[in-house]
């Protein structure tokens, strides 16, 4: 499965933005899926992460209450939807999917332990103050 992320830019602090993940190449996409990012000189981390089998998304603690994670199932996209943005959540968002491990895994574990099967290329968001 490819992963194309979209929809990233400049905006300022406060302001919000939308950006989407298009899943392509098979029909069998992973059943979990999520945003992590990667801020200047740091590691990836996870942002949020949704299960198709579950209702409710897990999001990390700065992402609680500002972000909301969705996907759209006939089209194959998922979503970020980033409200409230702070010149701290500037980085690089990527989009991952991989079924083998649960949403609660990716919120707790460290990214690269998980080695996330599916990557895609990554946005800019960049948060000015």
């Known amino acids: 499965v490819q992963l194309v992320e979209s929809g990233g830019g400049v905006v300022q602090a406060g302001g919000s933005l939308r950006i989407s993940c298009a899943a392509t190449g098979r029909t069998d996409y992973p059943l979990v899926m999520g945003w992590v990012r990667q801020k200047p000189g740091k590691e990836r981390e996870f942002v949020a992460a949704i299960d198709s089998r579950l209702l409710t998304p897990n999001y990390a603690d700065f992402a609680k209450d500002r972000f909301t994670i969705f996907r759209d199932y006939e089209k194959n996209t998922m979503f970020l939807q980033m409200d409230g943005l702070k010149p701290e959540d500037t980085g690089l968002y990527y989009c991952?999917?991989?079924?083998?491990?649960?949403?609660?895994?990716?919120?707790?574990?460290?990214?690269?332990?998980?080695?996330?099967?599916?990557w895609g290329q990554g946005t800019l968001v960049t948060v000015s103050s």
């Open positions: 991952a999917g991989d079924s083998r491990h649960i949403t609660s895994a990716w919120k707790y574990t460290p990214i690269a332990t998980l080695q996330l099967r599916h």
